[in-house]
């Protein structure tokens, strides 16, 4: 694993570090708690501040509209932005935009391109991501995927009841993981247009933590006529697209994750250098000492293991284990680092000046979104069993 650090993306992690301190933090102090999300035309203002500092849709191609980076200096940069819970959608590489871009990339064909990808990348419009969907649907397990693609003619008649779509309120187009003629063997994923007769946004669901644009919603899918032409990649391709979307993008969350529970720990360090309490510094205390020793263990650990996972990611290779205990370790942490940063400030670590509330309502989705930790632990402790993985 080669983790020396080109000049070029030195310099963009620099940017962006710059970018987080100057226009991010500053503008947390505009964030709508009541709503759960900035208010649109400071975004639209500070977006266009994003890409007058080039940092614009950093994960993808220069040819694309990025800035060339892999994967591993992708992780350098995100766990810059991701200090702020706003910087990655200022700079178009949140969720799920990010992770749709980066399968759009891979799997449109020019057509498709044109009408979603271009307008994505762009930031003209948004998009969602709609696999889970309420029992007995697929959750967890994929493989009780129950929406149904049936063929007629040139098209497919979808139907299906979907929930937790991250972005989808407000969102220009869906890509939907659906059965086809219920073959679970020719799953596939459709391009689905938030116009189209048939399809309807639930509601937005009420959710411990912040709701980002588009909020995190429930669809349903009633007799929706898709067009062959938009059908993403082939049919019964859907998972191996699916894991080629979950992998990096399972990734990049931690990425941003490492970020946050970065500036979780600095605003508590902040905190118990200043306070005076039983004849010293609280930071002077063994037991603070060593909440901030722990955490910095966890979240070393956690990067290093996204660097790795990263690493085989970008030299092809399979990185199914690497990315589950990555998506373990850091989500995990995330919680323990904010919940110890709320402790160790009291109670204005409790209030909403420090921001650590509304990062520490978020995190919690961490343990459970894009596969709960226990799901993780039973894929690694499955390849460990079969001997295709070892320690
Ligand atoms: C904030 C947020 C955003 C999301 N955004 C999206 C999105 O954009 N698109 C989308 O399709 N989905 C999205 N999801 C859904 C998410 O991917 C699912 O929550 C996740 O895959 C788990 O599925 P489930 O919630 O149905 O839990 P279930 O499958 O019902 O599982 C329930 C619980 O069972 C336990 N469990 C699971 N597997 C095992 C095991 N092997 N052994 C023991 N226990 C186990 C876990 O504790 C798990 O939490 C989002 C979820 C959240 C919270």
């Known amino acids: 694993m080669d983790l ?12 962006a570090k710059a970018f987080v301190e100057e226009v991010a933090i500053p503008a947390e102090d505009h964030y709508d708690y009541d709503h759960g999300r900035m208010p649109e035309p400071i975004v639209q203002k500070l977006r266009e501040e994003a890409k007058k500092r080039g ?29 702020s819970p706003i910087a990655p959608y200022l700079c178009n590489c949140d969720a799920p935009d990010e992770g749709n871009m980066h399968l759009l990339h891979l799997a449109a064909n020019a057509e498709q391109k044109k009408k979603y990808y271009h307008p994505l ?48 309120n407000g969102a220009s187009f869906l890509i939907v993981m659906s059965k086809v003629n219920d073959s679970f063997r020719r799953t596939s994923m459709f391009l ?66 490492i970020g946050l529970a970065r500036r979780s720990m600095e605003i508590a ?13 609280l930071s002077d205390h063994q037991g603070i000492q060593w ?21 085989i990611l970008r030299k092809n290779g399979d990185a199914r284990q690497a990315v589950s205990l990555a998506k373990w370790q850091v989500s995990e942490t995330l919680n323990k680092c904010i919940d110890r940063a709320i402790q160790i400030c009291g109670s204005h670590g409790f209030s909403r000046y420090l921001k650590l509330e509304l990062f520490y309502r978020d995190a919690r989705a961490a343990r459970i979104a894009d596969g709960p930790t226990e799901t993780h632990k039973m894929v690694i402790g499955r390849n460990l069993m079969s001997g295709k993985e070892n320690f």
């Open 121 to 168: 990348v762009e930031g003209k419009i948004r998009s969602g991501f709609a696999m889970t969907e309420p029992p007995p649907g697929a959750g967890s397990d994929p493989t009780t995927l129950s929406t149904n693609a049936e063929k007629d003619g040139d098209h497919y008649i979808l139907n299906g009841h979907k929930w937790y779509c991250t972005g989808a």
């Open 4 to 15: 020396s650090i080109p000049k070029e993306v030195e310099e963009i992690r620099a940017k």
């Open 269 to 281: 360090r902040e905190y118990a250098i200043k306070r005076e309490l039983f004849g010293g510094k």
């Open 291 to 311: 909440m901030f020793a722990e955490s910095a263990l966890e979240i070393e650990s956690g990067f290093l293991l996204t660097l790795k996972a990263a690493d």
């Open 55 to 83: 940092l614009w849709t950093a994960h993808l191609p220069k040819s694309e509209g990025g800035l060339g980076l892999d994967l591993v200096g992708t992780a350098l940069v995100f766990s810059e932005l991701g200090r």
């Open 192 to 257: 689905v247009p938030t116009d189209a007769p048939g399809y309807t946004m639930v509601q937005e669901i009420g959710v411990l933590g912040s709701h980002g644009p588009g909020g995190h919603c429930e669809l349903k899918f009633e007799n929706v006529k898709v067009h062959e032409s938009q059908v993403l990649g082939k049919i019964g391709e859907g998972f191996r697209l699916s894991q080629e979307r979950l992998g990096p993008a399972r990734l990049t969350h931690c990425m941003r994750w």
